[in-house]
């Protein structure tokens, strides 16, 4: 497979980037709204449902992703948010 094949959809189009979906929004939405919260009650409200949200953009990208490059980047991204972290 060729490097180029590797950003391609089924119908030879490249596909890197794309239009936002709901989840990648809301993600943004969420973690923009839990910098903004003024207590920390909501702060970990609102970054829990912008960590489950990236979450859920992983799997629909890893499982639906238009090209293997889209489908790496869900894997990759659902990886870091569902493992364990270490420090």
Avoid: C
């Avoid at 030879?12 to 973690?31: D, K, M």
Wanted: proline share 6%.
């Amino acid at each position: 497979m060729a490097l180029t094949n590797f950003f391609r959809d089924r119908n030879g189009r490249i596909r890197i980037f794309e239009v936002p979906n709901l989840p990648i929004l809301a993600w943004a939405g969420f973690g923009a709204a839990s910098m903004m919260a003024l207590t920390p009650k909501y702060r970990d409200l609102l970054g829990t449902l912008s960590k489950g949200s990236l979450t859920l953009w992983g799997l629909l990208e890893a499982v639906r992703g238009n090209s293997p490059f889209r489908r790496t980047i869900g894997m990759a991204t659902l990886a870091r948010e569902v493992l364990p972290r270490t420090e």
